[in-house]
């Protein structure tokens, strides 16, 4: 369980600044943790999108 744990530590220390963040960079920082996966770009532009998505709705709509 402490891998799991500093694992996901690690992940949020490298997405803190996530907006201020080109695409290439955040490609970068995500292949860091996902080595083997194919498709990084597609998931860099769901986590935008739903990035996007969160701003435009407050908490009461959940």
Do not use: C, G, Q
Not at 25 to 53: C, G, Q, R, S, T
Request: aromatic share 16%; hydrophobic share 40%.
């Amino acid at each position: 369980m402490k891998d799991y744990i500093n694992l996901f530590h690690s992940i949020i220390s490298e997405i803190h600044f996530w907006d201020d963040l080109k695409k290439t960079d955040k490609i970068k920082k995500m292949a860091v943790f996902l080595p083997d996966f194919n498709k990084i770009e597609n998931l860099i532009d769901y986590f935008d999108n739903f990035n996007v998505n969160l701003r435009k709705k407050n908490l009461n709509s959940f």
